[in-house]
């Protein structure tokens, strides 16, 4: 059976190790924002409201301390 070299296996490695933790960041940094963005889409559900800005003028400072 035809091995592959030890260089090929550890870029291969290497490029999966690096490509979860860059998923990982994206993935916590989405979370992040749409945990920050509930009480925003409970006003807007709740009072029918269509424009986020106003509303994240609104619960922005609570949000982000």
Not at 1 to 14: C, K, W
Not at 27 to 48: D, N
């Amino acid at each position: 059976m035809h091995e592959l070299p030890p260089a090929f296996l550890a870029f291969v490695v290497a490029f999966a190790v690096l490509l979860g933790l860059v998923s990982l960041i994206i993935g916590l940094i989405l979370f992040y924002i749409g945990s920050r963005l509930q009480l925003v889409l409970l006003e807007m559900v709740a009072t029918r409201f269509t424009f986020v800005g106003p509303l994240w003028s609104k619960y922005g400072s609570r949000t982000w301390r």
